[in-house]
């Protein structure tokens, strides 16, 4: 059975619920708008979605917006994803692996160098 995000969130206690749930949102815009076809996706495709969604909901605020709710790196959506898993929100294939979140990107340079002033 499910738990409640929100109970996922403070049972683990690395990452805010705002964050976790903004994780959840977006696996549903990755795989609409990122995926190319439904289905699998990869840790990698997955992370390229979720700094698309980050930049349109937060612009400039973005990596202020994740490293706030615990996300400095790639590793951690990673993390959050398997634990999401682990708590039935999401599903993975026997060849998923924590490591294809591994320095997928950058987050200074895709949340923060690509605006200038």
């Known amino acids: 059975m499910k738990k409640k995000l929100y109970n996922v969130a403070k049972k683990d206690g690395r990452y805010s ?3 976790i749930k903004f994780v959840n949102e977006a ?5 609409k708008n990122c995926a190319g076809k439904p289905g699998h996706i990869t840790g990698k495709v997955f992370c390229g979605g ?11 605020l973005a990596k202020l917006v994740l490293n706030t709710g615990g996300v400095r790196t790639t590793r951690d959506i990673g993390e959050i994803v398997f ?9 993975a ?3 998923d692996s ?4 591994n ?6 340079t895709v949340f923060k160098k690509q605006f200038t002033f």
């Open 27 to 31: 696996l549903g815009y990755t795989v």
């Open 83 to 91: 634990l999401m898993i682990e708590n039935q929100w999401m599903s």
């Open 98 to 101: 924590i490591d294809d979140f």
């Open 93 to 95: 294939q026997p060849t």
């Open 50 to 60: 979720l700094q698309k969604l980050a930049i349109e909901k937060w612009g400039r």
């Open 17 to 19: 619920f705002e964050v």
């Open 103 to 108: 320095d997928v990107y950058d987050f200074e």
